[in-house]
Nanobody, 124 residues
Framework: QAQLVESGGGLVQTGGSLRLSCAAS????????MGWFRQAPGKEREFVAA????????YYANSVKGRFTISRDNAKNTVYLQMNSLKPEDTAVYYC?????????????????WGQGTQVTVSS
């Protein structure tokens, strides 16, 4: 059974950095677009970043552009999210997801595999 497992979350001060990892198991996702989403308390899940199957193309929400970097290592079946210059408004549960064969890179509805999430808390 396909599974995505996130790790790397934690508590960090404003301006700090974290690197999230998403390890896939049960099947290969090397030909699948992958994304990171986040959900803060009382808010809807929102798009953060996405990467196409080869890693050549990346997409970012305006709120994280220039601060976050998505990457992937298909040999390890793993996707990463490097988060720098973190702000309190980045506090949320971060989810890794695998996109369907086609669709938008930014829509929650176009992703059909999800991890359990990892908490990121940025203190002011």
């Amino acid at each position: 059974q396909a599974q995505l497992v996130e790790s790397g979350g934690g508590l960090v001060q404003t301006g700090g950095s974290l690197r999230l990892s998403c390890a896939a198991s049960g099947r290969t996702f090397s030909s699948t677009a992958m994304g990171w989403f986040r959900q803060a308390p009382g808010k809807e899940r929102e798009f953060v970043a996405a990467i196409n199957w080869s890693g050549v193309s990346t997409y970012y929400a305006n709120s994280v552009k220039g601060r976050f970097t998505i990457s992937r290592d298909n040999a390890k079946n793993t996707v990463y999210l490097q988060m720098n210059s973190l702000k309190p408004e980045d506090t949320a549960v971060y989810y890794c997801a695998a996109r369907r064969n086609s669709g938008s890179y930014t829509s929650v509805d176009d992703y059909n595999y999800w991890g359990q999430g990892t908490q990121v808390t940025v203190s002011s």
